[in-house]
């Protein structure tokens, strides 16, 4: 399984990005999780979407951002909108399990990240 994620910029407070996550070396039925690591800190889980559709989100991106995916494409997406500096990081997407409303990370399963700068 290997993941690539895109979409990632520099944008002004209160804009909006798009990323995506591309699943590719298997039959896509994985439940996907967005993760972000600002410098200096530890990696945090920020949104997932399980293999069935069901989602999760960080409080602090609660009504901001929407995580989904397109089978058909073998993609997960997180639309970010309202973005804040706090959100500058570097997002990952990851390929794991989903359980009770969370998403426990396989650290065999991370793709390389893409850059999210939000300006104030």
């Known amino acids: 399984v290997q993941l690539q994620a895109s979409g990632g910029g520099t944008v002004q407070a209160g804009e909006s990005l798009r990323l995506a996550c591309g699943v590719s070396?298997?039959?896509?039925?994985?439940?996907v999780g967005w993760y972000r690591q600002a410098p200096g800190e530890q990696r945090e889980l920020v949104a997932a979407?399980?293999?069935?559709?069901?989602?999760m989100y960080e409080d602090s991106v609660k009504g901001r951002f929407a995580v989904s995916r397109d089978n058909s494409k073998s993609t997960v997406y997180l639309q970010m909108n309202s973005l804040k500096p706090d959100d500058t990081a570097v997002y990952y997407c990851?390929?794991?399990?989903?359980?009770?409303?969370?998403?426990?990370?396989?650290?065999?399963?991370w793709g390389q990240g893409t850059q999210v700068t939000v300006s104030s």
């Open positions: 070396g298997s039959a896509f039925s994985f439940d």
């Open positions: 990851n390929v794991g399990t989903y359980y009770n409303g969370r998403h426990y990370y396989n650290n065999a399963y």
């Open positions: 979407i399980s293999r069935e559709g069901s989602t």
